[in-house]
């Protein structure tokens, strides 16, 4: 009898909890709608890691073009492309890439001829054990804080690479991102994503969206009255935000009272002989109402002058950017891109997320579009829920790591607008006014006064800028930390050593690594090994 | 610099090849490349491993002699101790066009030498014994090129190869590190599924990558003769 009885129980018990499993679906089927770097990205990474066991289907209309910009990526790109199975050498080949060893700001500051100064993508030399600002700020020596602190300024000022041919795919003596042409990028993502990761592909254009009593998205539906249902959607349909904005009516948070950019003018530069310097970082050179971006790919230059409409005409930004271009500009096809600055309130709603320029867009100052599409999908692969019933925790935790991340981008951006001297136009003063700055940044700046940014500063473990990047932006555009008597003797010797030994890799790799675009030349010719 | 000429009985009937170790540049090196047509003799000589060509990233087979730059261990007192001189050096200082197979020397080459040495033509015009065995290098290095390079490719695409670094303490303390050597994963090759192995044994490549893996133990050898020098 009691034996019986304890049976009996176990065998209530396992049923309710198979009937909790039948009643939460887990998650059988993604669609991705949008076939741009944000739906082949999210495609990619999340068919890497779930291709097997999720149907994972991206549609994109042949009628809608992707938005073609957007060449300039983050270190972050060589894992991303790794995860996935990618060749580094097909990468090279098939999208023209180039190597990124960091930023180059010019006439940020000042304005005059000589004022650049680096964003390197490397941290400052030992920065784990020690930093190196407090101590570089009372003995410059006259040497700037990155090129004191990090070799890869002299490198890209010599116009290196990264690395030597013998070194295997993704590995390199110096840290690097690409720079990439956007359109052969997809191309090579969808043969990629279909060929190799099972990812479904489908080219249409979705009509209307249909939705459960619930808000959830059920299906969308294409022109041809098909319908395709999915358990999770993610919206990647660009600055239309099909699903998240106009479907499931997200409000969108306009942040053009702090970033004034707003308009973008784009050209594609061939070079003129393949003798042509390819440079091996990006270009930013401030303008008197925005900034020009100049971005080297292997076959041809990516140029645009982004501006601020308030500031200035059209005509006269355009004529702003055949200068700086030359006599070819006026062979050259010209883009005009509006840009509409800020985000969604909420990114994850119900059973969709947006990612890429549906969830919103800033000024490519630092480009972190591509970037923070990474950092979506890889959020969205690793904490895919198990159970719809948890969708809405993770949506929640979507939510806020994304928004603490926008936030964190928008004071970045403006710090490069903040710690301009620059007085010659209206745009610069503008930019400084306080009714303009975040009062995030405006504590952030008052305790850099005292306090240089170092590794506790930020929260998140996957900050989309770290402090280092803080610290090159600050140190590289001359803002002055009062260096406590505290501070002031700690570490000497740690640092000076730093500092010597930064110097000897500057030798180093002035010596050691070859030409960007003999690099180049011989990745097209031989490839790169992957050991 | 190299001087090339096509080589010719009338041209250089009187000229003598000297072969005096010492005086080759080339030969004062701690790395040699090797065609697969020689890797059997050489196997049995000196470790062999692959390496990158330095300005392509490719892969070359390569025969270990030292463990710094320019020493080659093998070279005693213009001696080269081993049955068999990496073709590279031993047919010095003749070329052969790849493509027409026509032959060269590079007339200033410290082995030419009007005095001593062997001679290229008898004095009848025909090939000396000594210039017929250069020629059968050179048809070796003609022919064995394209081998060597379906060797290394088949390897890489079978995904056998694995970079190795070599440690080494000497008897004075002293010690090297050998980057950028890769040699083939015995593992790898063993569990290789059966008709990838088959293909590798019926063209051959299966035998070279045993007699690579295998000439790993030469280092010992190498070892010992830096010890021996470093005694003296
Ligand atoms: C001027 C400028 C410069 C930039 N520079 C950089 C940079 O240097 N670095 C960087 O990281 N980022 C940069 N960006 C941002 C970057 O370009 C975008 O983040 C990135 O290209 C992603 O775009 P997307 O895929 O979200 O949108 P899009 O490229 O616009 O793609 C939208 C997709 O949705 C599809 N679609 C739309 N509507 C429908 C529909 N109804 N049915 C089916 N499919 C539909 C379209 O067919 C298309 O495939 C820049 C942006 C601009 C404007």
Same mark, same amino acid.
């Given at each position: ?152 300024? !002299? ?7 990264? @690395?030597?041919?013998?070194? =295997?795919?993704?590995? #390199?003596? $110096?840290?690097? %991102? ?87 003018? !784009? ?7 393949? @003798?042509?310097?390819?440079? =091996?970082?990006?270009? #930013?050179? $401030?303008?008197? %109402? ?242 | ?232």
């Amino acid at each position: 009898m009691m034996v019986l009885f304890i049976l009996d129980i176990t065998i209530i018990f396992s049923l309710t909890i198979m009937e909790s499993i039948l009643s939460k679906p887990s998650i059988k089927s993604i669609l991705i709608v949008g076939g741009g770097s944000a739906g082949w990205l999210s495609a990619g990474i999340l068919a890497a890691r779930h291709g097997s066991t999720v149907n994972i289907t991206l549609v994109e209309s042949p009628d809608v073009k992707p938005i073609g910009v957007g060449e300039g990526t983050w270190p972050t790109m060589k894992e991303t492309l790794q995860e996935m199975g990618i060749s580094e050498t097909d990468f090279f080949r098939e999208c023209n890439a180039s190597f990124k060893q960091g930023a180059k700001f010019s006439k940020w500051v000042t304005g005059q001829d000589d004022d650049y100064y680096y964003h390197p993508l490397m941290l400052p030399q030992d920065f784990v054990k020690t930093n190196l600002a407090p101590f570089w700020s009372q003995n410059t020596n006259g040497q700037s804080f990155s090129n004191s602190v990090c070799f890869q300024e !002299a490198l890209c000022e010599h116009g290196l690479a990264p @690395k030597t041919i013998t070194m =295997p795919e993704y590995n #390199s003596a $110096a840290n690097y %991102a690409y720079h990439l042409d956007a359109g052969k990028f997809t191309t090579f993502l969808t043969k990629h994503c279909t060929t190799k990761l099972n990812v479904k592909h489908i080219l249409t254009t979705i009509k209307k969206v249909k939705q459960r009593k619930n808000g959830d998205i059920e299906c969308v539906v294409a022109k041809d009255g098909n319908e395709i249902h999915a358990d999770l959607f993610i919206d990647c349909t660009g600055s239309s935000s099909l699903l998240l904005g106009k479907t499931l009516g997200v409000e969108f948070i306009d942040k053009s009272d702090v970033l004034f950019i707003d308009q973008a003018i !784009a050209v594609q530069l061939p070079y003129e002989s393949d @003798k042509d310097p390819i440079l =091996p970082y990006t270009l #930013s050179t $401030a303008q008197d %109402a925005g900034w020009i971006w100049d971005i080297a790919l292997s076959n041809r230059r990516g140029i645009g002058h982004v501006y601020s409409s308030r500031h200035m005409s059209e005509q006269k930004a355009e004529s702003i950017l055949a200068d700086y271009v030359g006599p070819a500009y006026k062979n050259l096809t010209v883009k005009k891109i509006p840009i509409r600055c800020g985000h969604r309130k909420e990114f994850w709603k119900n059973n969709c997320v947006g990612i890429g320029m549906a969830a919103g867009f800033l000024e490519p100052l630092e480009a972190s579009a591509l970037m923070l599409i990474e950092i979506s999908a890889k959020f969205i692969r690793d904490q895919l829920p198990e159970h719809k019933s948890v969708m809405s925790i993770v949506a929640k935790r979507f939510n806020e790591r994304h928004t603490y991340h926008w936030n964190r981008i928008v004071d970045f951006l403006k710090l490069h607008y903040v710690l301009s001297k620059r007085d010659d136009t209206a745009f610069w003063r503008d930019n400084r006014d306080p009714a303009t700055i975040p009062e995030s940044l405006t504590e952030l700046l008052t305790l850099w006064k005292y306090h240089s940014p170092y590794r506790q500063d930020f929260h998140h473990k996957e900050e989309v800028f770290p402090a280092a990047s803080y610290q090159y932006i600050l140190y590289g555009m001359g803002f002055k930390t009062h260096i406590s008597e505290r501070d002031k003797s700690k570490n000497d010797a740690l640092c000076k050593q730093a500092i010597a030994d930064n110097h000897t890799m500057i030798q180093k790799g002035i010596t050691l690594l070859p030409n960007n675009r003999e690099l180049l030349q011989k990745i097209k010719q031989y490839g790169m090994k992957a050991i | 610099m190299k001087n090339i000429e096509e080589l010719s009985k009338k041209a250089h009937q009187h000229i003598r090849i000297n072969r005096d170790f010492n005086k080759l540049p080339a030969a004062h090196t701690h790395v040699l490349p090797l065609l697969v047509t020689e890797l059997l003799s050489s196997g049995a000589n000196y470790p062999v491993f692959l390496t990158k060509n330095d300005q392509t990233g490719e892969f070359l087979c390569i025969a270990l002699l030292g463990f710094t730059e320019n020493e080659n261990l093998y070279l005693d007192q213009g001696e080269w101790q081993a049955s068999h001189i990496p073709l590279t050096i031993d047919r010095q200082p003749f070329h052969i066009n790849q493509e027409n197979k026509q032959v060269y020397i590079d007339i200033d080459s410290p082995w030419v030498d009007k005095k001593q040495g062997e001679l290229i033509f008898l004095e009848n015009g025909e090939l000396s014994p000594y210039m017929e065995a250069v020629m059968d290098n050179l048809s070796k290095i003609h022919s064995g090129a394209k081998e060597t390079h379906a060797f290394i490719n088949t390897l890489s695409e079978y995904d056998l190869i694995e970079s190795i670094e070599l440690s080494i303490t000497f008897d004075d303390k002293s010690s090297e590190k050998l980057n950028g050597l890769y040699t083939i994963n015995r593992q790898k090759l063993a569990t290789l599924p059966s008709d990838k192995l088959i293909k590798l044994h019926q063209s051959g490549i299966l035998e070279g990558a045993y007699i690579m893996l295998n000439s790993v133990e030469h280092v010992k050898s190498l070892v010992s003769r830096k010890n021996k020098r470093l005694c003296k």
